[in-house]
Each structure stands twice: as structure tokens, then as C-alpha cells.
């Protein structure tokens, strides 16, 4: 062994005392500190460094100087987005992933880590009741699982119309119809735009007061339209919680003819594996394809999100595994996986790999437990804030989520009442929800997904709302 290799051993041990201390002071610290990126700036910025500094001291320094600017979200009172914490074993195989340094998009170039996301891919879709043999493949998060899945949609819709888009491109090629929920996350307008299909011509379908699509407006879209269509649907909408009705959307796609189903899970698709909710995902098997986030609910450390696409052969024609050099026909002629079919990296991470610790590290009571709890915890914050007068509770908690307004009478005054009871919150730094919006309602957007929050966490974090929410009303007094 070259003496360089034991370099190592001094920088990842401050990382590793680093790592504790923060970790051990998220209880604690506050959630957000108040700090500017020029303070920041001056604390890191400055001259390219033009001699060497000894790895340890490097590690020291960062970190030292970039505590203020860090924002607790992996702490048990960060309830606002869609963010996680992160399951020990998961963060602790993360960093495994990174001293291995191993490349995944082949079985060759990491056997190791291949088998590892293969199993890792299969106890998923076991744990969430989806089609066995479904391929899965570990994304950057549900923005390039949505990618990836909205891609081999295309290609596929194309195909059954006879244009083959792999080898023609988009040129002269049949229109395909993009059908979503009004609700659907701004993340698959970013994949329609990028992937030729174009936001023009989106369908809209309503949704219920509970963000929820309504699947007869479904059918009477799909009624009306001919030719390659794509549907997409939810599995947990960001600002409540709802899951769409897969069963009814299913049978209206599988009328049509030609049509696709996506599901963005992002949310709330790991739901799937609790007794107690997967009566909320009814269908969700029948979905072509869809994405989830492994860094949200699932609490791995970023970034890991996960496609799941039912035929394995639609994925892996989409991503072009065809295309390769010469240099890796040896590699590609492997039987065994290769993740370049299941996703559109080619080199990267083994982010697979904190998804198999979690699941051996948890097993499955472990996780149903951390689902149901989030889910219970949600409700009891929504229970306690609904008996307040003046806060309002806008969705049915049928999740981890919910979406709150304060103050009672004129619109514009509760929706300005609202953002500055978030905002002294946030300030405050005890707990962290955020602002979003409701069918035009400035809202708090509360959502539980940290598998260490507790009930003591909510009960003190309630008190902290209603506080907040006293004396916002009695500083901004209702316009005359
Ligand atoms: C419903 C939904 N879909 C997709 C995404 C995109 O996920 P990511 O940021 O992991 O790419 C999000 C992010 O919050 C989301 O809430």
C-alpha cells in the first residue's frame, strides 16, 4: 500500500468528529440562523488558494466557518417543503459509497455495487406491492425520475403511433397530448419542457377541494382527445397530502387506446407500504411508470430518488443502452445489470447502496413504523391548530402533510397574516414550516417526513404556532 493511502485516515477522522457534533446539536441548534451571503462570503470566499493547506486543516476550516450558514433541515422540527432527515445506516453506507469511489453504470465496473442496487430495486417494489420485474433505477431525485420516466412515455407513445423518435427525433412526428392534474408539480411542466413535448398544450384536469384529481373530468378529457396521449397523476400532492385516484384514472387510460400513466410519487408513494395506508394508493400498480424521491420520506441523505418503470424492455430502449462505443460492447453484452438501462446518468454514485442499508438497518416494521408515525404526527398538529379560533386547517390530513391559514374575514389580510406568522416562526428558529398557496390561499405548509420527530417535537412546535399566530395578530391589525 503506497504510503498516500493512509492520507486518508486524518481528514476523515475531523470529518467524522465534525459530522457527530452537528448531528448530535440538530436537537438544539436553531433551524435557521440569520446570517447574509456576504458574511458567508467573507467567512470562505476570497483568493484562489495557490499553495497547498493539509487536508485535516481544510476540513477544520470548512466546517468551522460554514456552521452558520447551515439550515437544520435534517432536525426534527423542519416541517416545512418536502425534506428529510436521514436513517443512520443510510448516511453511514453514503459514505462508504464515497470512499469506494465505485462507478455503477455497468456490472463490470462494480459488481459489487451492481448486485447491491439490483436487491436493493427489488426489496422496493416487493415493500410497495408494485409489479415484480418492474425496472427501478436510482436517480439524482424525482426531478430526473421524472425525466427518465416522461422520456420512455414519449418513446413508447410514439412507437404504438409508428414513428420511432429514437432514430427520427421529434421532426414531423405525431402531436402527443399531455394530460395532467391542475395540481401537478412544477418539476413535470421543467421535464415537459426539456423533453420536446412542450406546456403549450397542456390539459389541465380540476382537482377537488381536496387537491385531489376528479377522475369524470378525466374521462371527459380523454374523451375528447385522440392520438398518443400522456396522463399524469399523484401520489401525494405537496400542499395536502392527496393522493389521486389511480383504480378510475387507470381504467380512463387503459379506454383511450394509446395513452401512458405517469405518477409522480415524489410525496408520498412509500405510503404504498403501510396497511394502514396503502388503501390510499388503490392502482397505483397499474401506473406505466413513476418517479419517488428517496430523500424525502424515505429519509436518505441527498441526492436519491428512484423511476420505476413496469416493462423493463420500454426503459431500457428510452435510454439508449443501443448507442454505446466499442470500448464497452464487452460491458454491455453482460447479463447482468446495468444500470445505463434503468436511468439517464451514465457514470455516478452507488445511490442505490443507503437504500439497501435502510431497508436491512429498518426491515420492514421499521418503516412502516416511521410512515404511520409521520402520518399520526401530522394529524395531531393539524387536530391541536383546528381548535383554535382563527386558524383554519384547508385539507383532510390523510398524510404527512397539511396546508393552515390564519386570521378570519378579508382574503389579502390572511393571506399577509399568514406569511408573517411563517415568517416570525422561521425567524424565531424553534421549528421551520414554509409558506405556499391553496387555490389562491397563501397558506403554511406544515409536512412531517423526519423519523426523528417526536410528539413532544409537535406539542412544543404547536405552542410556538399559536404564539406566533397571537401576537401577528395583535401587531397587523385588520385594514379598515
Ligand atoms: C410532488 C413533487 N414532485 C417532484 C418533486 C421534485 O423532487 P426533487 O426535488 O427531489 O427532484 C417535488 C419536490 O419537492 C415534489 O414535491
Redesign the pocket.
Known amino acids: 500500500m503506497s504510503h498516500h493511502f493512509k492520507d486518508y485516515r486524518g481528514s476523515l477522522e475531523r470529518s467524522l468528529e465534525h459530522a457527530v457534533s452537528y448531528l448530535e446539536s440538530l436537537d438544539e441548534r436553531p433551524v435557521a440562523k440569520e446570517i447574509t451571503s456576504q458574511q458567508l462570503r467573507d467567512l470562505i470566499a476570497g483568493e484562489m488558494p495557490q499553495q497547498a493547506t493539509a487536508p485535516e486543516q481544510v476540513i477544520d476550516e470548512m466546517a468551522y466557518a460554514l456552521d452558520a450558514g447551515l439550515v437544520a433541515s435534517g432536525g426534527p422540527r423542519f416541517f416545512g ?3 428529510g432527515g436521514t436513517f443512520p445506516a443510510a448516511l453511514a453506507a453514503d459514505w462508504l459509497v464515497s470512499a469506494w469511489d465505485q462507478n455503477v453504470p455497468y456490472y463490470v465496473s462494480s459488481p459489487a455495487m451492481a448486485v447491491a442496487e439490483e436487491t436493493a430495486a427489488e426489496w422496493m417494489v416487493e415493500l410497495l406491492g408494485l409489479t415484480k420485474g418492474s425496472a427501478v433505477g436510482f ?8 425525466y427518465t420516466s416522461l422520456i420512455t412515455a414519449r418513446n413508447s407513445l410514439l412507437e404504438n403511433a409508428g414513428w420511432d423518435v429514437a432514430t427520427k427525433g421529434l421532426y414531423g412526428a405525431p402531436q402527443v397530448n399531455v394530460v395532467v392534474s391542475d395540481q ?5 411542466k421543467r421535464a415537459l419542457s426539456m423533453i420536446g413535448l412542450g406546456i403549450e398544450t397542456i390539459v389541465k384536469v380540476p382537482t377537488d377541494d381536496n387537491l385531489r384529481l376528479i377522475p369524470q373530468e378525466l374521462e371527459r378529457v380523454l374523451a375528447d382527445i385522440n392520438g398518443p396521449t400522456l396522463v399524469c397523476a ?1 401520489a ?3 400542499d395536502s397530502g392527496a393522493f389521486d385516484p389511480f383504480d378510475e384514472i387507470a381504467d380512463a387510460v387503459a379506454n383511450h387506446g394509446n395513452a401512458w400513466l405517469h405518477v ?5 408513494l412509500w405510503a404504498a407500504a403501510s396497511d394502514k395506508q396503502k388503501h390510499l394508493l388503490k392502482g397505483i400498480e397499474r401506473a406505466d411508470s413513476i ?1 419517488t ?1 428517496g ?2 420520506w424515505f429519509n436518505m441523505p441527498y ?1 436519491c ?1 428512484m423511476v420505476i418503470v413496469k416493462d423493463p424492455a420500454k426503459i431500457t430502449s428510452a435510454m439508449g443502452g443501443g448507442n454505446m462505443g466499442d470500448y464497452l460492447n464487452d460491458a454491455m453484452e453482460k447479463p447482468d445489470r446495468n444500470a445505463i438501462n434503468f436511468g439517464i446518468a451514465a457514470s455516478r454514485r452507488a445511490r442505490g447502496l443507503p437504500v439497501y442499508a435502510a431497508f436491512k438497518s429498518l426491515g420492514k416494521q421499521g418503516i412502516v413504523d416511521h410512515l404511520d408515525n409521520c402520518c399520526a404526527l401530522a394529524k395531531r398538529m393539524a387536530d391541536i391548530l383546528r381548535e383554535v379560533e382563527g386558524i383554519t386547517i384547508l385539507n383532510d390530513v390523510v398524510s404527512n402533510r397539511f396546508s393552515a391559514q390564519f386570521g378570519t374575514g378579508d382574503v389579502e389580510y390572511r393571506n399577509e397574516l399568514t406569511a408573517r406568522v411563517v415568517h416570525r416562526l422561521q425567524q424565531e428558529g424553534y421549528l421551520y414550516p414554509s409558506t405556499s398557496g391553496y387555490k389562491g390561499l397563501k397558506t403554511m405548509l406544515f409536512s412531517v417526513l423526519n423519523y426523528h420527530t417526536s410528539i413532544e417535537d409537535i406539542d412544543n412546535s404547536a405552542m410556538k404556532i399559536i404564539e406566533a399566530f397571537n401576537t401577528e395578530k395583535a401587531i397587523f391589525v385588520k385594514p379598515a
Open positions: 417543503y418536502a425534506i436517480t439524482s431525485g424525482a426531478q430526473e425520475a421524472i401537478i408539480h412544477s418539476t413535470i399523484q401525494g400532492c405537496i409522480d410519487g415524489a410525496i408520498g418517479d424521491d430523500h424525502k441526492d430518488g
